[in-house]
């Protein structure tokens, strides 16, 4: 079973509060200080197949690096569903707000942007890790429950 599923913008399950929506942390990476899902202030997101999902975040860069490199794991009854990011959606420099890439260490970043949301099935609950990859490992890394609905 193959699903694509898309987000920017996930392996403990230590839970975060970011803002209002509840996110869990990662094993590494940083947790966003803030984040909005357009349509979601709390967990399980219901996020629309075959539409774009909307999303704003705020993180602390961790460690200095030239290039962001976004990636989504999507788990679906406790399977990882492999999905690859389209070309134009990989970048997360293209995604900064405030900042242009090379990031320094401890930088406050800004990320804003929409991805496409596919998959071939639909009324299922889902838990999708975001991760930015850097030059050095992930800069950052959380992951929330979604409901993925026609």
Do not use: W
């Amino acid at each position: 079973m193959e699903a694509k599923l898309t987000l920017l913008i996930v392996s403990l399950l230590v839970s975060a509060v970011v803002g209002q929506l509840e996110v869990q942390k990662c094993k590494n990476g940083a947790v966003p200080n803030k984040l909005e899902i357009e349509g979601c202030t709390k967990a399980p997101c219901q996020i629309v197949n075959g539409q774009n999902l909307r999303f704003k975040a705020e993180f602390t860069n961790p460690k200095a690096t030239k290039t962001l490199t976004a990636k989504v794991i999507a788990r679906v009854a406790g399977l990882i569903i492999p999905y690859e990011l389209p070309e134009e959606h990989r970048d997360g420099c293209k995604k900064l707000t405030n900042a242009k890439c090379p990031l320094a260490d401890n930088q406050r970043v800004e990320a804003a942007g929409d991805v496409p949301v596919e998959s071939p099935i639909a009324n299922v609950k889902a838990n999708i890790e975001f991760q930015l990859h850097g030059d050095s490992g992930i800069s950052l890394c959380f992951k929330i429950d979604a409901k993925i609905v026609k």
